[in-house]
């Protein structure tokens, strides 16, 4: 089974690191990577308090039937009469 790196695997792990990215770009790497850390753990919190805040918003009632429009009856619009 494999487990977490020691000493010198951190070392070995490194060196892999630097030889793919290259020393100037590892800064950019870093500061990248931590940029988007303080985004994601922003976005978490904003997602958690909108949770907290369920009470705080009013209620939605749901929406009420709409009784059709009446229609009048064949006979009942003939002795009406015309409409306008």
Known sequence: M???PNGAEWLVLLAIV???FGAA???EL????????RIFK???KGLKD???TTGDTPEVLPPT???PPVQQSEA????????A
């Not at 870093?30 to 850390?37: E, K, M, N, P, S």
């Open 2 to 4: 494999i487990g977490m």
């Open 18 to 20: 630097v030889l793919v």
């Open 25 to 27: 770009k590892l800064p």
């Open 30 to 37: 870093a500061r990248g990577t931590g940029q988007a850390l």
């Open 42 to 44: 922003a976005e978490t």
């Open 50 to 52: 909108d949770d907290d």
């Open 65 to 67: 039937a709409v009784e």
């Open 76 to 83: 009942q619009r003939r002795t009406d009469g015309p409409t």
